[in-house]
């Protein structure tokens, strides 16, 4: 495998299930993100990790969980979610040289989530 | 307030002309611009970038642009193939800054 790969590719939950998005990088980049795009919206920065610490939370709420076990691994874990989280969410991974320095993000394909 | 904005939703070209595509930013601490493609499907895809020490980078048919002083950028894909139709996002970030942000893409129709 190569480049950045998320699974599921496609996800149809309820409003009450628990589900978890992966997403796994074979660059050896050291930061990893989780983007949402809404339709007709720009994508939308939800977490950073940066050497397995999460440096960006940018007011996402508290029914997506992100877990960074290591710098290849991140996951997205949803409970409780609402019809309007139906999104593209996309991971991405850069290598970050210095604090805030970070180089070109790669993205994976994106989990195409409905939420019923 | 949207950052980066795309203005022109969509576009199309015939095949072997110029395609333009242009991104307008607000932010003026933004130093580092790219472009990324995406097709249906798939994740974007790093196409070409540019730090705001120039004012243009070429990479094969690709030709970023960035005028600092009016904040706008564009790309141009000369000749223009009908693999290119995708839709194409501008992308800023600023100095110290883990975020990216993003326009809300431009789809680029070529026609054979």
């Known amino acids: 495998e190569t480049g950045v790969t998320q699974t599921p590719r496609h996800l149809v939950m309820g409003m009450t299930n628990k589900k978890s998005l992966k997403c796994e990088q074979h660059?050896?980049?050291?930061?990893m993100y989780w983007y949402k795009q809404s339709a007709k919206k720009p994508l939308e920065l939800m977490f950073v990790?940066?050497?397995?610490?999460?440096?960006e939370n940018n007011s996402v709420p508290s029914r997506f969980s992100p877990e960074c076990p290591n710098s290849s691994h991140l996951f997205l874990h949803l409970h409780t979610l609402q019809p309007e989280d139906s999104a593209l969410y996309l991971c991405?991974?850069?290598?970050?040289?210095?604090?805030?320095?970070?180089?070109?993000?790669?993205f994976g394909p994106g989990t195409r989530l409905t939420v019923l | 307030d949207q950052q980066v904005k795309q203005n022109s939703p969509s576009l199309s070209v015939q095949e072997g002309r110029i395609s333009i595509l242009n991104c307008d930013y607000t932010n003026s601490m933004f130093d580092y611009f790219l472009w990324y493609k995406k097709y249906p499907a798939e994740g974007p895809t790093f196409l070409i970038s540019i730090s705001s020490i120039k004012d243009k980078n070429e990479d094969g048919r690709f030709t970023v642009f960035l005028n600092k002083s009016a904040k706008h950028l564009s790309l141009h894909i000369v000749p223009s193939q009908p693999g290119d139709s995708a839709v194409y996002f501008c992308?800023?970030?600023?100095?110290?800054?883990?975020?990216?942000?993003f326009g809300t893409g431009t789809r680029l129709t070529v026609i054979p």
């Open positions: 990790y940066s050497l397995e610490e999460r440096v």
């Open positions: 660059l050896g980049h050291n930061a």
């Open positions: 991405a991974s850069s290598q970050e040289r210095l604090a805030g320095v970070t180089d070109t993000q790669y």
């Open positions: 992308a800023a970030s600023a100095p110290g800054a883990n975020n990216l942000f």
